[in-house]
Each structure stands twice: as C-alpha cells, then as structure tokens.
T-cell receptor, first 116, second 114 residues
Framework: GAVVSQHPSRVICKSGTSVKIECRSL??????MFWYRQFPKKSLMLMAT?????????EQGVEKDKFLINHASLTLSTLTVTSAHPEDSSFYIC????????????FGPGTRLTVL | GDSVTQMEGPVTLSEEAFLTINCTYT??????LFWYVQYPGEGLQLLLK?????DKGSNKGFEATYRKETTSFHLEKGSVQVSDSAVYFC?????????????FGQGTILTVHP
C-alpha cells in the first residue's frame, strides 16, 4: 500500500512552453500533497503544500503564478510550470499524506524536467 | 524554526564496513524523526522512523535511536553492501500548525565499494 506515482518521469520542453506534472496516490486518499524541488546533489526544497479542494500554500520565494498547483481530488495533484525557462530545469518530487499512516509522507518517484 | 543537521558527505566505505551517519535536530518540541533513502534517479523511500524518545527504528539492517538528551537520530548499519550506495536524508516532522511539513537535512551521499 501507500504508492504515489508521478507522470511523466522525464520531460524535455522548449523555453516558453508550459509543462504539467501529475502526482497520484494510487491506493489511499491524500488529504495533503507536497511539491518539492531538488537541485543536483542538494536536499529537497519544499515549494508548496496543497490540501484537497483549497488553494495551495506556497513557501517563501516560490512564484505561485509560475508554479501552478491544483489538488482537485483526494488522489490527484498537478504542478504546472508556466512559461518554463532553462533555470526551471530540475527534479520535481511530490509526496502525499493522508489517513493511511499518521505523520508519514509517501513520495513519488520524481519528474526530471529539462528546459532547452 | 525547526532544523535538521546531517553529517556532511560524501561517505565512502568498503563493503562490510560499519556505517554511521550523524543527524541532530533542533525543534521547539519533540518531532517524529525519519530517515529516507534516495537511489540514483529515483524519489525518496522511507527507511525507518521513530515517533518518540528512546524509540528505535530499524529496517534492512539499518538502525537509528531517538535520543532526546542529545537531540540526535544517528543512522547505523553494521555491515554495508554495494547496494546501499545512495543518498540518505534525515528529516523531522513537528506537527501542530505545520501539519505534514517535513524538515530535511542536507543529505549524505554514501558510496560503497566492493
């Protein structure tokens, strides 16, 4: 149990285009999902927290108009990188927590975004 | 605010060597503590956890004990394998108004040679 999937696993796009990344909890209801960004050989940086049915809470310094987060159901959250630029290239990881195990987050496998 | 400090890497060991990766935390209360492992190109997997003082988490030969007196949660393994090569993250969850938000350490790269 407690599987979180991400799609796509890898995406390459041109500068100026938008990219959508999906995060799904496959076998539990995720009341809260988190989006992280990880730079090479660095730790995870929390970008935002999203609760199902409400607006995401962004961490300081994260542009909410650039990184659009939608958590429309208890099993799906999406991160859209709008007007992507090369500096947005990174590894994006989502995680989910819910009623399955208290205090525990379950992580997706990550999405490698490369903006040319 | 809460913070987690990990031993800086990278750590390079020979197979069957003993492993210790230090982790200390600073928090207003007593958070739940976790060790996550990240294999190359993958997301994070929970390795072990402890939710209160003196709890010992263990999995796949790894152990860590939640020491309240030293605010530490050091990761240990008696005999590492090449397959243990990965990045290890210590993390804490404080709960309360920051529900669900994990605070991560900076990560420690472990390389095990045959």
């Amino acid at each position: 149990g407690a599987v979180v999937s991400q799609h796509p696993s890898r995406v390459i796009c041109k500068s100026g285009t938008s990219v959508k990344i999906e995060c799904r909890s496959l076998d539990f209801q995720a009341t809260t999902m988190f989006w992280y960004r990880q730079f090479p050989k660095k730790s995870l940086m929390l970008m935002a927290t999203s609760n199902e049915g409400s607006k995401a809470t962004y961490e300081q310094g994260v542009e909410k108009d650039k990184f659009l987060i939608n958590h429309a159901s208890l099993t799906l959250s999406t991160l859209t990188v709008t007007s992507a630029h090369p500096e947005d290239s990174s590894f994006y990881i989502c995680s989910a927590t819910g009623t399955l195990v208290y205090n525990e987050q379950f992580f997706g496998p990550g999405t490698r975004l490369t903006v040319l | 605010g809460d913070s987690v400090t990990q031993m800086e890497g990278p750590v390079t060991l020979s197979e069957e060597a003993f492993l210790t990766i230090n982790c200390t935390y600073t928090a207003t209360g007593y958070p739940s503590l976790f060790w996550y492992v990240q294999y190359p190109g993958e997301g994070l997997q929970l390795l072990l956890k402890a939710t209160k003082a003196d709890d010992k988490g263990s999995n796949k030969g790894f152990e860590a004990t939640y020491r309240k007196e030293t605010t530490s949660f050091h990761l240990e393994k008696g005999s590492v394998q090449v397959s243990d090569s990965a990045v290890y993250f210590c993390a804490g969850y404080a709960g309360g108004t920051s529900y669900g938000k994990l605070t991560f350490g900076q990560g420690t790269i472990l390389t095990v040679h045959p």
